[in-house]
């Protein structure tokens, strides 16, 4: 089984730069279950596969090797070592080998280019991340990319030189994950430490926010250079300006001024900006404050409505601005500016108000009514309403009496109409029941009559 896996790998070294191995990770915290190690070693390999001059030994490949091994030599390949040897054995030139572990609530995100010839790192990457499977898959993207980089600007080479023509690179920064360049191409991010060729480079970092940091410097055979830089966090000019103005200016919990506002000399990068003036709503939005350049923030405030509570003595209907809005007591939220209030209430007189409220301010409005007070003339007219009232509802009343009237005996009339057709000329009670109808009869016309005319008193009573 040994030599099936060797052939094909041995076909990709002769056809590659360079042959990588991608074993799962080294995973001592267990961050990730067994089968999502087994499908991040199984990306990482796919995206290593990709890089140019790079040729990964298939998964499978590996997979079945380290399960014919383990039960002879090797245990469940989780150790650097085994890995190295195990690499050896599939005919390949490096392995990339990738590695988790905790850090109090974060994660440390590791992968190592390991030269298994010289059992040597020879590019190494480390992120600091959260602990969850995808910013644990974005780190090791993030570090493949670097990878690629840094053999694209020849950091990484496919063969052995000696030992006297490299020499090693590191560079940290404060802050660190700042883009490290060597000779106008990015190599990887702080902190950076790789093998790379014996001579001159165009060193600079490049952080948003921060000014770059650039330097010529000099690897030499066999040493390491170490570069350390503190880079320097640029600085802006923030205008706040608001409508209207006077508003107090906080940044990030700290009043700076009010507007207008220009302050120079901060700190480029986000904040959170808060304008407060009495009588108007608080207004806060985020900026990107941006170096070396101004930054432009312009607020149009809203003023805080008042509250006007309306009470009166008797109760009475109120409108705000001709609007009917309830009875008193009520609690009226008004635009700040003139308001008018009219009460009413029935045997008063009305009551109107112009009052001028403040943004946020909060009035108690009491009123008074008075009573009307009626002349001679107006006493005549209610003593007449009231007579036509009387007058009109006694002829209703009249009326639906003499109507009920003038149906009960009309009914009686029909009956005894009724009861004639089947009596005898000469029968003695013949004559009796035509004199009763007769009477119905005539009960019933004049009944009729009766709640006619009271009906048109009604009428004319209205």
């Known amino acids: 089984m040994l030599l099936l896996l060797l052939e094909p790998n041995a076909a990709l070294a002769s056809s ?69 040897e195990l690499g050896k ?31 040597a790192s ?31 600007g020849g950091v990484v080479s496919s063969r052995d030189p000696r030992p006297e023509e490299r020499g090693t690179l590191r560079v940290v ?4 994950d700042a883009p490290v360049f060597l000779d106008g191409r990015q190599v990887g991010r702080t902190p950076f430490e790789q093998n790379v060729a014996a001579k001159q480079y165009a060193l600079a970092l490049r952080l948003d926010g921060y000014d770059d940091a650039a330097e010529m410097i000099v690897v030499r055979p066999g040493r390491t250079a170490l570069v350390e830089k503190a880079l320097v966090r640029q600085t802006g000019t923030l205008i706040v300006s608001s409508k209207p103005a006077g508003a107090t200016v906080e940044l ?6 009010a507007t207008p506002l220009q302050k120079p000399g901060l700190l480029a990068g986000k904040a959170r900006v808060r304008l407060s003036l009495d009588g108007y709503e608080v207004a806060e939005r985020d900026v990107l404050i941006r ?46 500016g003139d308001v008018r209030l009219r009460l009413t ?26 009573e009307s007070v009626l002349t001679e003339a107006q006493i005549a007219e209610q003593d007449a309403a009231t007579t036509r009232t009387v007058i009109r509802w006694s002829c209703v009343g009249a009326a639906i009496v003499s109507a009920g009237v003038a ?56």
């Open 16 to 84: 590659a730069d360079l042959v990588i191995a991608v074993f799962d990770p080294i995973d001592g915290d267990h961050v990730l279950t067994e089968r999502d190690g087994a499908a991040l070693g199984d990306h990482v390999a796919g995206l290593l596969g990709r890089v140019e001059g790079v040729s990964v030994v298939p998964r499978d490949s590996v997979r079945a090797f380290v399960t014919a091994e383990k039960a002879k030599s090797y245990e469940a390949c989780f150790a650097e070592a085994c890995q190295i």
């Open 89 to 119: 054995a599939l005919a390949a030139q490096k392995s990339f080998t990738l590695r988790l572990s905790r850090l109090g609530d974060q994660c440390v995100v590791k992968a190592d280019l390991i030269d298994l010839l010289k059992e």
């Open 122 to 152: 020879e590019w190494s990457g480390s992120l600091i991340k959260p602990c969850t499977a995808a910013e644990i898959v974005k780190a090791f993207e993030t570090m493949v990319e670097d990878f690629r980089l840094a053999r694209v």
């Open 173 to 176: 920064s404060e802050p660190a």
């Open 252 to 257: 990030d919990g700290l009043t700076v001024g």
């Open 291 to 336: 170096g070396n350049a101004p930054t432009t923030m312009s607020f149009s405030l809203q003023a805080r409505m008042a509250r006007i509570s309306v009470l009166s003595n008797p109760d009475a209907d109120v409108q705000l601005n001709d609007r009917s809005v309830g009875r008193t007591p009520v609690d009226l939220d008004v635009r700040p």
């Open 345 to 370: 209430a029935t045997g008063h007189e009305p009551s109107l108000q112009s009052i001028q409220v403040a943004p946020g301010e909060q009035r108690v409005v009491t009123v008074t009514l008075t």
């Open 407 to 462: 149906t009960f005996f009309g009914v009686r009339a029909l009956n005894a109409k009724s009861d004639l057709r089947s009596q005898s000329p000469g029968d003695p009670e013949t004559a009796d029941r035509i004199s009763s109808g007769k009477t119905a009869a005539i009960v019933a016309d004049v009944s009729a009559l009766a709640a006619l005319g009271f009906g048109i008193g009604a009428i004319v009573s209205w």
